[in-house]
């Protein structure tokens, strides 16, 4: 049993935003080597599988270099997101590459606050003149 003990170091800040009430930020430190490669190592690794950890790993480092205050410290994967927190338990960014329709993706995650999600609703046309249109999918909704 002694190599299936797993062990996380996990960095706990606490966040207050504006007058919101405090909500802890987890940063994962470090975690156990080969956490998540457990059923395939690189070699087993699909080309598509590779060339998308190869797209994280160069994002991560031009990232890096041009010194975003993007919190990246989580470990790449081979797969086709790669999830951000930025200061609330309630909501993550979450990037995504489609190589079969050249598709690069960003989206906010809010799984379930309606606070959090009005205050973005709000602010959707400052957004947009930022961006461009915005698509907003509803949970459980087409």
Same mark, same amino acid.
């Given at each position: 049993?002694?190599?299936?003990?797993?062990?996380?170091? /996990?960095? $706990?800040?606490?966040?207050?935003?504006?007058? =919101?009430?405090?909500?802890?930020?987890?940063? /994962?430190? =470090?975690?156990?080597?080969?956490?998540?490669? /457990? /059923?395939?190592?690189?070699?087993?690794?699909?080309?598509?599988?590779?060339?998308?950890?190869?797209?994280?790993?160069?994002?991560?480092?031009?990232?890096?270099?041009?010194?975003?205050?993007?919190?990246?410290?989580?470990?790449?994967?081979?797969?086709?997101?790669?999830?951000?927190?930025?200061?609330?338990?309630?909501?993550?960014?979450?990037?995504?590459?489609?190589?079969?329709?050249?598709? $690069?993706?960003?989206?906010?995650?809010?799984?379930?606050?309606? $606070?959090?999600?009005?205050?973005?609703?709000?602010?959707?046309?400052?957004?947009? #003149?930022?961006?461009?249109?915005?698509?907003? #999918?509803?949970?459980?909704?087409?």
């Amino acid at each position: 049993m002694g190599n299936k003990i797993n062990f996380f170091l /996990v960095q $706990i800040e606490l966040w207050q935003i504006g007058n =919101s009430l405090y909500a802890p930020k987890f940063n /994962v430190i =470090s975690e156990p080597n080969e956490w998540a490669n /457990v /059923v395939k190592t690189d070699s087993e690794l699909s080309e598509l599988r590779l060339l998308q950890k190869d797209f994280w790993d160069k994002f991560k480092e031009y990232a890096a270099k041009h010194n975003s205050t993007l919190q990246l410290g989580r470990k790449t994967r081979p797969r086709s997101f790669f999830n951000i927190n930025y200061g609330t338990s309630k909501a993550h960014i979450s990037l995504s590459i489609n190589s079969k329709n050249k598709f $690069i993706g960003c989206e906010i995650y809010i799984p379930d606050s309606k $606070i959090l999600y009005s205050k973005y609703f709000k602010n959707k046309i400052k957004i947009e #003149r930022e961006l461009k249109p915005l698509k907003i #999918r509803l949970a459980g909704f087409s």
